[in-house]
């Protein structure tokens, strides 16, 4: 049985947004990357209009709070992925940031299954859009990139120990 959460319109943003992620790599993987960066751009931003559609609308869910941040985690961590196969970065960057989110994942499903859901924290939004803002800037080849997904994996890291420490 499907749950009416799942047709509301912040919810179909989120998926529109998981499900323009083949395009994002797709172009990306055929080197094309000023598309790419243009579809990733997009599906970025739209992540600001499912949460401010959400809570226009008064249809902050549990399904939201849910989905929100796996759309963000399926974008930021496919993009790296791509980005080492381009042979764009380094797998470290990467590593780090996936057992991060391996880690504050598992803190999540502890929570789910105690019949919580955990919101992001404002420490989780800062590291979404550094991660953004480096991988565009990697995408489209712009001075600093590399310092700025340095940046952007520490704020990662510091969030993950943040998240965990709170939701302990």
């Known amino acids: 049985m499907t749950s009416p959460d799942a047709f509301l319109v912040p919810n179909l ?15 990306l993987l055929s080197c094309h990357p000023v598309f790419a960066a243009v579809v990733f751009l ?9 949460g401010f559609a959400a809570r226009q609308l008064g249809q902050i869910t549990d399904l939201g709070k849910f989905l929100d941040p796996i759309a963000d985690k399926i974008l930021v961590l496919s993009a790296l992925v791509a980005l080492v196969e381009t042979r764009s970065i380094g797998s470290l960057p990467v590593i780090l940031i996936i ?3 391996l880690l504050v994942s598992a803190v999540r499903l502890r929570a789910a299954k105690e ?11 800062i590291k979404t859009v550094m991660q ?5 800037m990697l995408i489209l080849d712009l001075p600093y990139a590399a310092a700025m997904l340095w940046l952007a994996v520490l704020l990662t890291l510091l969030s993950g120990v943040d998240y965990v420490v709170r939701k302990q």
């Not at 953004?132 to 565009?136: D, R, S």
């Open 13 to 27: 943003i989120t998926y529109c947004r998981i499900l323009a992620i083949p395009l994002f790599l797709f172009l």
């Open 132 to 136: 953004m803002a480096a991988i565009l």
């Open 42 to 50: 997009v599906i970025a931003l739209s992540d600001a209009v499912d």
């Open 99 to 101: 057992i991060r989110d």
């Open 115 to 125: 019949g919580r859901v955990i919101s992001a924290s404002p420490w989780g939004k």
